[in-house]
């Protein structure tokens, strides 16, 4: 491009449609391999330069985004079934038919004091570039969340811990208190629990308890968090646990600020609607 011209040699057509193709399978790339693709497919033409590419993704309607990455194993044919049931069976396979505002949905995760810390600051050269802070390494406080997709009554209940894991017996005891808490408040309404494929999340003892109090449970396919509302919850705590990494300094300040973070959502209807879950 020269001035306030474009080259007129830019993107589009037969070539524009082989770079969206590219993006659809590696959406990963960078513009030095997208270049090389098209390059590669016709040799006999110049490589477009990054600014001709910039140009042609605007137009494709791409936006740069964070990545991700799912598990190869979420892409076997009996987990594709599976996630193909969760949205499109009703239960106990899935969840089709079933209300966003009777949906209960349940996961755990792991928060550590030195993941708040920034890596990287500014500082003259003949200095470090420290302060004060957490460093203990290892200091695990652990989360283990419920969250409801009612848009009126945004049911929470959660439990933060430091020593081990999700055990049966912690499990047992946090669906006990959800059950009974459904019963005192919303006597009669069936709800239906969803959850990851926890060795606890399947013991028959529990499980046993949902039904035995009338409402039902789904298992989301394996590999799959996308499909969990709470996970994006999650994400919520963390971004907003990033405001304050320089006042967390003990467990204690830690657990207080989660607390604070889950209290304060107003509703979690979003997230489920976010995943799939109807309006």
Request: net charge positive.
């Amino acid at each position: 491009a020269t001035g306030n011209h474009y080259s007129e040699r830019e993107i589009l057509g037969e070539v524009l449609e082989k770079l969206a193709l590219y993006r659809s399978a590696f959406p990963k790339a960078i513009l030095a391999e997208c270049r090389a693709h098209l390059y590669n497919l016709n040799p006999t033409i110049d490589p477009y330069c990054d600014s001709q590419l910039h140009r042609a993704e605007e137009l494709l309607g791409l936006t740069r985004k964070a990545a991700s990455t799912t598990a190869e194993l979420a892409f076997t044919p009996t987990n594709l079934r599976k996630r193909h049931w969760y949205w499109n069976m009703p239960p106990p396979l899935g969840m089709n038919g079933v209300q966003t505002r009777d949906i209960i949905d349940i996961d755990e995760a792991g928060f550590m004091l030195e993941h708040q810390n920034r890596k990287h600051g500014k500082t003259v050269s003949a200095l470090r570039c420290t302060s004060e802070g957490a460093y203990g390494r290892g200091k695990k406080l652990n989360l283990l969340l419920a969250i409801c997709g009612d848009d009126v009554d945004a049911m929470r209940w959660h439990e933060v811990w430091t020593n081990g894991g999700t055990t049966i017996i912690r499990f047992y005891d946090f669906i006990r208190r959800i059950l009974d808490d459904l019963a005192a408040n919303h006597p009669g309404r069936l709800f239906v629990f969803t959850m990851d494929n926890l060795n606890s999340h399947k013991n028959p003892l529990i499980l046993n308890m949902i039904h035995n109090a009338g409402h039902r449970y789904v298992f989301r396919a394996p590999y799959w968090p996308v499909d969990g509302a709470v996970e994006y919850v999650f994400n919520t705590v963390q971004t907003r646990l990033q405001v304050y990494f320089n006042q967390l300094t003990t467990m204690n300040e830690l657990r207080n600020r989660i607390n604070l973070i889950i209290g304060t959502i107003p509703s979690f209807h979003r997230y489920f609607v976010h995943v799939g879950f109807p309006q």
